[in-house]
């Protein structure tokens, strides 16, 4: 694989937009290696999805798109990182049994060190921010069959 590869969308501020970015960023992580039925696949997927709920939920129509950027540096390192043009940073909120909402930071804060990652929070020169995850690469290795068939 290549030494670097990123790949970038521009979404609009929109609910449906959620599906939409999770959606490509597992097509692009199964382009590049990670089969789209893996744990780490769904790891993924549930972060994407909690960055991409914030970005439309808690602009309050500040920012009419956000953007995706995911990148894999040298088989090592994936980054994925939400940014959208709203300035305030998230705040973490007192956790309350009957809170709806307020819980997605917490989320991929716990999976991404779970998976022995870390999390970034950083404004960016328009005045928005950037909330970005890195996370080791690691491309599960299905076992081969005796036909020397991979095992789905």
């Keep these: 694989m290549a030494d670097h590869l990123e790949a970038s969308v521009t979404l609009p501020s929109d609910p449906a937009s959620v599906s939409a970015a999770r959606a490509y960023v597992v097509s692009t992580l199964a382009e ?3 089969p789209a039925d893996t744990e780490e696949s769904d790891t993924v997927r549930l ?3 909690e960055l991409a709920t914030n970005a439309v939920q808690h602009t309050f ?3 009419p798109t956000f953007t995706v950027d995911v990148e894999l540096d040298r088989d090592e390192r994936l980054r994925i990182g939400v940014t ?3 300035p305030r940073f998230p705040r973490r ?3 309350a049994v009957q809170q709806d909402n ?3 930071l917490v989320i991929i804060r716990w ?3 779970e998976c022995g990652g870390r999390l970034r929070i950083r404004p960016t020169r328009e005045g928005g921010k950037t909330i970005s995850i ?3 690469w690691a491309v599960p290795v299905r076992p081969v069959t005796a036909a020397g068939q991979q095992e789905p």
Aim: zero cysteines; glycine letters at 16%; charged letters at 10%.
């Design 32 to 34: 590049w290696g990670l």
């Design 84 to 86: 959208d043009s709203h």
């Design 102 to 104: 307020g819980r997605g």
């Design 61 to 63: 129509g500040q920012s």
């Design 93 to 95: 909120l007192p956790a």
């Design 47 to 49: 972060i994407i999805s």
């Design 111 to 113: 999976l991404t060190a």
């Design 134 to 136: 890195e996370l080791p």
